[in-house]
């Protein structure tokens, strides 16, 4: 049994369909990663898993257990399970690094500052910015603030992290700190579902990678695969430009 079911899902912005039937796997330890041009609706997909774009076909499944997204309570047992960071860290400038990892963790869950401010620090650790847990994010660059969301996100305890183009915002010369971390987390065996531009990491990390265009996975294999010789015409198209020098 998958970790995490996509079965055969649909979604609408208003009027516009953008999801066509999309299904893929998710097994307990596993990095897939969602490539495709843009417009593709990979980030999409990671917004209906976490309830935020509304699922109009299909289901989705962690463990066996179908998600309801009609039920407010299953939605919130869905964000127990997952959890997501987004391009923009959206981090809180009034408060420390220590501060905004710990804040969901003691007013969400309630849970004793002592216990979580320990585990928070284990967290920043991972994510190589327990030196500045009490800086300020104005005292930081994009990739440093990038890794404190990362461990935001994983203070919530997910079973599975959601990473939606973590890269793109930063300069280039950032990218590499924020892969490094998302690197440590694969080797610790975090379960994680990613959209990235990132070729050359995604082939890295990836246990499989899906390959997606106008709302259909058109493919889905291990990244030798699916880089070096897919079935499909559009992803030898795609990866062909994306590849080439």
Excluded: C, W
Excluded at 59 to 68: M, N, Q, R
Excluded at 114 to 123: C, G, K, N, P, S
Aim: glycine share 8%.
């Amino acid at each position: 049994m998958p970790h995490l079911a996509v079965n055969g899902i649909h979604a609408k912005y208003g009027s516009l369909d953008v999801l066509h039937g999309i299904s893929f796997d998710v097994d307990r330890g596993e990095v897939v990663s969602l490539v495709g041009p843009s417009g593709s609706g990979k980030s999409t997909v990671l917004r209906t898993l976490v309830g935020l774009t509304p699922v109009t076909g299909g289901g989705i499944e962690v463990d066996g257990t179908s998600i309801d997204y009609r039920s407010s309570r299953s939605v919130r047992a869905a964000r127990d399970r997952m959890a997501i960071v987004f391009q923009q860290y959206n981090l809180f400038q009034n408060m420390s690094v220590l501060g905004n990892v710990t804040l969901a963790p003691r007013r969400v869950k309630g849970r004793k500052r002592q216990e979580v401010e320990a585990e928070a620090m284990d967290l920043l650790d991972l994510v190589g910015m327990a030196h500045k847990a009490h800086a300020y994010p104005d005292e930081l660059s994009g990739g440093q603030q990038q890794r404190v969301a990362i461990a935001r996100a994983l203070a919530l305890r997910p079973e599975i992290l959601l990473l939606d183009e973590v890269t793109s915002a930063l300069d280039p010369e950032l990218v590499n700190e924020v892969l490094d971390a998302v690197r440590r987390l694969a080797a610790e065996g975090m379960t994680m579902l990613l959209v990235s531009h990132e070729m050359a990491f995604v082939r890295e990390v990836s246990s499989k990678v899906v390959f997606m265009d106008q709302g259909k996975v058109i493919e889905a294999a291990p990244p030798a695969k699916i880089f070096d010789a897919p079935d499909s015409e559009r992803a030898r198209d795609f990866f062909g430009k994306v590849l080439r020098g």
